[in-house]
């Protein structure tokens, strides 16, 4: 029976359909009662997709060259420099509204001020510019025209920005420095505005029932430096443009923004190889001894040193780093390019990865590592080898922005960074010593790179493999906690085995789709009747679903062997003409049966899909096998034999084995496909 299943790699979404009871007294008949068509969770995914997106059109914005540019303006001798049309960032109109006297600093609190903050607000317009925006909410936009074309207000920026608020920070520091620069004996005083603000944006979006809504970006702390062009706004320039490329080239692992999973584990004892990377980031960035705080200080000492004399640099232990403020500029698994030539559902190939491995007898070996990790690549892709071209090339030019050259070091990087990006760092302060007295400047906020690599594994090298490697042993941990074949004779009546907590998990995900209680549901199948599955119907456990209280995702969540954070599994109704029911055997366990038997191996009656999603890359599979390669189907890719046997030995040797276990056992009153109570 080695041609049960067949396999293939497709990345999509699931859909939803109806449920019919069939009052049968153990058998099935034509007399049907309709229950409520269920609602999609996709949309409700969608939402908060759209959301994420939203958030990264900010950061993008934020990050942006010319926006950059803005946060700090500096005034020259002759009082220009101003930006056009701002308001309250206005170093003519700062001076006049706040005098700075010699030793006698402006520090004002203005979450109250109504017009402070609408000045404000019209000068955050000017500086992160409509047009800037614009540029990444049309990119964004295009590249997911279909998944958020019900979402979006509409394709253009001004249909979506509703404005920026101020929340619950806005600060202005005034204050006069005395500056004694090192190339020069000579002291001067200085005049500087700092602004301090945690701004966030409305923005326009419609919900999963299509009403309109908003939706407000998370806030981070934000420093605005304004002042007259001097050694002070030098030294800061010089600390923005240097810092960042710094952090990203420390050879020392610990100061640097070069992550691992390995080294961001020490803080996150629960984290995935692949997954959300915001948090576990921040709670890295975050620790109050860490080494990594403790190198940027000596960087920034470093830059500086040479610059001012009297002034060292602090971190504000207070001002933490938000995870959803993480920005991922880009990501290996997500990159289109290197993921668009996987197969499709009309390309079948032989299924011993299905059956030696995702649902092979529990207590079997299945195949090895090598052989595992080979077949994955070949079923997933077209040309039979994953790709990482596309995202290399934003790699390359993300690393090189940063002082990474060209030769083996980038080379190296190339091999193993699966994901790369930005985060804020607002809490460095410089402070200056002497005359002074200790006085503290926070330095604009500074957009920080980081990379991250997979590195589990010593035996692997690359990301690819690293992926592959997580692949096999995330299908083996869900062969012993979701499905796995029967062993014999337990087969003869019910073919596939489901963990305690999968069958905890299907009951609620089949209720909910269908809007019917269990307790109805059994009484139902208690009175004799049986539930017809119409083709469509969908029920789906995971980690990322809508259901609460589930039992797998906690297995998943508390396991190690789980190399993806999110997770799905799927079963989906394919066959009208010879339909799955929802039944109660004369033992009293509840599953599903084939109503009747009616040529089972016909290439369009597969009956059921069983899909695992492993972050954005799912597998489907089919029951029974469609097809028989090339024989059937033209352009049916074909592999070869399977290599490995089952110890089991279910799955037989031949096509024949298939036919004879359904003919033998599916017509059975109470043969189960599986038992789900």
């Known amino acids: 029976m080695k041609k049960l299943l067949s396999l293939l790699g497709i990345i999509g979404l699931v859909a939803t359909s109806t449920l019919t009871v069939v009052a049968c007294n153990k058998t099935t008949s034509d007399e049907e009662d309709v229950v409520e068509e269920g609602t999609s969770s996709a949309t409700i995914e969608n939402v908060v997709s759209y959301k994420d997106a939203l958030q990264k059109v900010w950061l993008d914005t934020y990050n942006d060259q010319e926006s950059q540019a803005r946060v700090i303006t500096k005034i020259n001798k002759e009082g220009a420099g101003d930006l056009t049309n701002s308001k309250f960032f206005n170093f003519k109109y700062l001076i006049d509204k706040y005098k700075v006297e010699e030793g006698q600093p402006q520090n004002q609190d203005l979450r109250n001020d109504k017009e402070a903050k609408e000045k404000m607000k019209n000068d955050l317009n000017i500086i992160f510019h409509h047009n800037t925006f614009s540029k990444y909410f049309k990119n964004m936009i295009t590249l997911n025209h279909d998944k958020y074309k019900d979402i979006a207000m509409g394709g253009e920026w001004n249909e ?18 005395k500056i004694n620069a090192k190339s020069t004996s000579e002291e001067t005083v200085e005049l500087l505005y700092q602004i301090t603000l945690n701004p966030t944006i409305k923005m326009y979006y419609r919900d999963e029932s299509g009403n309109k809504d908003i939706y ?11 002042g007259e062009d001097g050694n002070i706004m030098q030294m800061i320039e010089v600390v923005r443009n240097e810092l960042p490329t710094k952090v990203l080239n420390n050879p020392n692992d610990a100061k640097s923004t070069n992550f691992n999973f390995n080294a961001l584990k020490n803080t996150n004892p629960n984290l995935k190889n692949y997954g959300h990377l915001g948090q576990p980031i921040a709670n890295f960035l975050n620790q109050p001894t860490g080494s990594f705080k ?3 200080k000596e960087m920034i000492d470093q830059i500086v040193a040479d610059k001012v004399q009297g002034t060292t640099s602090e971190l504000d232990e207070n001002n933490t780093i938000d995870g959803k403020n993480i920005n991922i500029e880009g990501d290996w698994l997500n990159t289109k390019k290197d993921w668009d030539v996987l197969n499709t559902i009309n390309q079948f190939e032989n299924n011993s990865l299905a059956n030696n491995l995702i649902l092979k007898d529990k207590s079997s070996n299945g195949m090895t590592e090598a052989t595992a990790m080979d077949l994955i690549q070949k079923r997933l892709m077209k040309d039979k080898t994953l790709k990482a071209d596309a995202y290399n090339e934003e790699l390359t030019t993300f690393l090189k922005k940063y002082g990474i050259k060209d030769g083996e070091a980038l080379q190296n990087m190339l091999l193993q960074i699966s994901t790369h990006g930005t985060f804020a760092l607002s809490n460095i302060n410089l402070v200056f010593g002497g005359a002074n007295g200790g006085l503290k400047l926070k330095i604009p906020t500074i957009s920080i790179p980081w990379t991250y690599k997979n590195n589990a594994s010593t035996n692997y090298q690359t990301k690819e493999k690293q992926l592959l490697l997580a692949l096999y042993q995330s299908i083996l941990f869900i062969n012993q906690h979701l499905w796995s074949v029967n062993q014999s ?41 049986s539930l017809a599955m119409q083709k469509g119907l969908n029920f789906e456990v995971g980690t990322h679903t809508s259901m609460i209280g589930s039992q797998l995702d906690q297995v998943i969540k508390s396991s190690q062997e789980m190399k993806f954070e999110a997770f799905t599994s799927s079963m989906e109704i394919m066959s009208n003409s010879q339909p799955l029911v929802m039944k ?10 084939i109503a009747k038997i009616n040529d089972i191996f016909n290439p369009t009656n597969t009956l059921m899909n069983y899909n695992l999603k492993f972050g954005s890359i799912q597998i489907m599979l089919r029951v029974p096998f469609r097809g028989f390669g090339q024989e059937t189907e033209p352009g049916v890719q074909w592999t070869g034999p399977i290599t490995q046997e089952n110890k ?19 017509v059975k009153q109470d043969w189960l496909l599986l038992e789900i109570a």
């Open 160 to 177: 979506t920005f509703a404005g920026f608020e101020i929340e619950d920070k806005f600060q202005l520091l005034g204050q006069k420095v």
């Open 216 to 226: 407000k970006t998370t806030p981070f702390e934000m420093a605005l430096l304004i």
């Open 294 to 296: 403790q190198g940027i």
């Open 489 to 529: 004779p337990t087969v003869d009546n019910t073919l596939f085995q489901i963990s305690d907590a999968a069958k905890a998990d299907y009951k609620k995900a089949f209720t909910m789709t269908n809007k019917i209680q269990w307790d109805d549901v059994k009484a139902k199948l208690d009175a004799g009747q």
């Open 584 to 593: 109660k055997t004369s033992k009293g366990k509840i599953g599903l049966g």
């Open 648 to 666: 089991a030995n279910f799955y037989g040797s031949s096509y024949a084995h298939e036919r004879e276990y359904y003919l033998k056992h599916a």
